[in-house]
């Protein structure tokens, strides 16, 4: 298996661009999770979707953020308009059904705002 | 709710000390418990995991057991290698939930520097 993944692995653009980070799970796993890493604030869930159906979107910053799931091979995570605030790794993970796996991540996306 | 308490970094050993990385959580019912390794520019990767109390999970030489009565799971290696370096983290599921994945409540990450 290929695991999680993650496009693209960088991405620079600039303030007030809409940006999309991509992911693509591990065939089987039911439940998608997209996180965030600062260094200010460590490792924050932002939302998660459950058969493709979002569960828990409360961590999503401000309504510039939206993810979909349009079927159980991709999901999207769009900032738009992007800030320099934004700039952060992005991390998507994906977990069987059952509740005693855990997770298992992509690489990332680095994104940076200027 | 639920939480992780790790222990603050950095920690910095010397090759083939032994490590103890600190964690404590805080939850209703029976959570399962795991350590994830950050490497430098990677994800997060599983390291090991226990599912109930007095497990012990191991792998790649690092442990750590389910202590329900002190509600920890510290992690151990008896002898560290300079490419052990990376950022630790422990976690735990949300046991409330049933049929659907659970979700993961991280702590804050410990960063470790093993230097020769």
């Known amino acids: 298996d290929a695991g999680v993944i993650q496009s693209p692995r960088h991405e620079v653009t600039e303030m007030g661009q809409e940006v999309t980070l991509r992911c693509k799970p591990i065939s089987g796993h039911n439940s998608l999770f997209w996180y965030r890493q600062t260094m200010m604030r460590g490792l924050e869930l932002l939302i998660y979707?459950?058969?493709?159906?979002?569960?828990?979107d409360s961590g999503m910053p401000e309504d510039r953020f939206s993810a979909k799931m349009p079927n159980a091979s991709f999901s999207t995570l769009k900032i738009q308009p992007s800030e320099p605030r934004d700039s952060a790794v992005y991390f998507c993970?994906?977990?069987?059904?059952?509740?005693?796996?855990?997770?298992?991540f992509g690489s990332g996306t680095r994104l940076t705002v200027v | 709710g639920n939480s992780v308490t790790q222990m603050e970094g950095p920690v910095t050993l010397s090759e083939e000390a032994f490590l103890t990385i600190n964690c404590t959580y805080t939850a209703t019912g029976y959570p399962s418990l795991f350590w994830y390794v950050q490497y430098p520019g990677e994800g997060l990767q599983l390291l090991l995991k226990?599912?109930?109390?007095?497990d012990k999970g191991s792998n790649k030489g690092f442990e750590a057991t389910y202590r329900k009565e002190t509600t920890s799971f510290h992690l151990e290696k008896g002898s560290v290698q300079v490419s052990d370096s990376a950022v630790y983290f422990c976690?735990?599921?949300?046991?409330?939930?049933?049929?659907?994945?659970?979700?993961?409540?991280f702590g804050t990450g410990t960063r470790l520097q093993v230097t020769l």
């Open positions: 979707f459950n058969n493709n159906v979002p569960i828990d």
């Open positions: 976690a735990l599921s949300d046991p409330l939930r049933t049929g659907t994945a659970s979700k993961l409540t």
């Open positions: 226990a599912t109930k109390a007095d």
């Open positions: 993970a994906s977990s069987p059904r059952t509740g005693t796996y855990g997770y298992t």
